[in-house]
């Protein structure tokens, strides 16, 4: 061991053991352009316990922390809030290692951890609402499948009044700071939204009722700690108020464009369309996939109330990286959306008919049918799509 890497205090007996991860910028499709952290805490409570583990690259960096602490070996329980291998990838590796009395997961986190990393030792596991002696402290559990995977839960212990709650309230942000508060905060809303909008939006309706239960659970919450970027110890508040304004997807005046284009014809019917939007009073922001990356888009989907997009036609179909968003944001099922196709052809012109339908599956209120140009928009077609963005402006301003 280098005994460089050292652990990091975040309330009276809980430590962040974790690893900063300054170099990906790939995490599962979704750009991670900050990096991000995995974070595990180990609890100095008589049961000594680590609450998740970090990716397996990054195990000996764990390992450190949590050795500049206690040895190892006297890791009496591990927690396992959530089985995607950024937490526990390296954790069969640590049960040998380590030689715990006990590891606990949910019940589908028991079945995870031995299906998908083919972890052979014993998972105890725990149901919603189960309680946990750490001998002199003490945890409670609470069961969040599908957020955002089956296994998911949050772990409460009470003495700190701290909720591990593994992804949610997370980010990816690598950055020196192990405090929300210590960062600044156009920062944290940007990288908190961008990961809502790419992980959480499609559970928006289980996040609404998270947020009731946590509520009524009566369980006085002063410190959150996610699985990645900083720790919550102010501001619970403004990040609970984001997550349920999130969640409820309600509708705004903020259309969002989406293009590719060829020889610009599409992006000539996107102007237009913006320009009608402004007209209207609506605020737009136009994404052409030349320029933006898809989980861009997915965070300004996040908090628009339109989605307009196009694509001119090559080879009978959309161009593919109109195909990939629209993929992309279908399984994110954002809701609450009005918007319209459109796109440029030179003579089967398939396209717009083909993003109309992808839209349509993903219940996007549609106005009028696909918007088409032949070879470049001539000042009539410019016009239809101003009248296009004029239309959406209405309705948006009529719905909010
Ligand atoms: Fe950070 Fe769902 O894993």
Redesign the pocket.
């Known amino acids: 061991m280098s005994g460089v890497y050292k652990p990091i205090r975040i309330s009276e007996k809980v430590y962040w053991v974790g690893a900063i991860d300054w170099t990906i910028r790939d995490f599962h499709g979704y750009t991670t352009k900050r990096g991000s952290t995995?974070n595990a805490y180990l609890v100095l409570a008589e049961k000594v316990t680590l609450i998740d583990t970090v990716k397996a690259p990054f195990k000996e960096e764990m390992m450190e922390r949590i050795s500049a602490l206690v040895d190892p070996k006297e890791i009496d329980y591990v927690i396992s809030n959530?089985s995607?291998m950024?937490?526990s990838g390296c954790l069969a590796d640590v049960i040998r290692e380590v030689e715990p009395e006990m590891v606990f997961a949910s019940v589908m986190g028991a079945k995870a951890l031995k299906e998908h990393l083919s972890i052979e030792d014993e998972i105890n596991p725990v149901k919603d609402g189960e309680k946990l002696s750490l001998g002199n402290m003490n945890i409670t559990f609470m069961e969040t499948r599908m957020l955002?995977?089956p296994d998911?839960m949050f772990s409460y212990l009470h003495e700190e009044k701290l909720l591990f709650s593994?992804?949610a309230f997370?980010m990816h942000l690598a950055s020196d700071e192990r405090f929300a508060d210590e960062v600044r905060q156009d920062i944290i809303e940007y990288e908190a939204a961008t990961y809502y909008a790419n992980?959480l939006l499609p559970y928006s309706q289980l996040v609404l009722k998270l947020l009731e239960k946590v509520a009524a659970s009566g369980l006085d919450i002063r410190i959150v700690a996610p699985?990645?970027g900083p720790v919550w110890r102010k501001d619970l508040p403004w990040i609970l108020g984001l997550y349920r304004n999130w969640a409820e997807q309600k509708p705004t005046k903020k259309a969002v464009v989406l293009y590719h284009t060829m020889w610009h014809s599409t992006e000539y019917m996107a102007r237009a369309i913006e320009e009608g939007l402004l007209a209207g009073g609506a605020r737009v922001k136009v994404m052409s996939m030349e320029s933006f990356h898809r989980s861009d888009v997915a965070f300004e989907v996040l908090s628009a109330g339109a989605l307009i997009a196009g694509s001119p036609t090559l080879n009978n179909n959309m161009l593919p990286a109109m195909a990939d968003v629209l993929t992309y944001l279908k399984g994110l099922r954002p809701i609450n959306l009005i918007g319209a196709a459109f796109g440029s052809y030179g003579w089967s012109g398939e396209s717009p008919k083909q993003v109309y339908d992808m839209l349509s599956e993903m219940k996007v209120d549609l106005l009028g049918d696909p918007l088409r140009a032949k070879y470049v928009p001539d000042k009539g077609t410019l016009l239809r799509c101003f009248d296009l963005g004029k239309a959406i402006a209405a309705r948006l301003n009529s719905a909010v």
């Open positions: 995995y959530h995607e950024d937490h955002h995977w998911s593994q992804d997370g992980i699985d990645h």
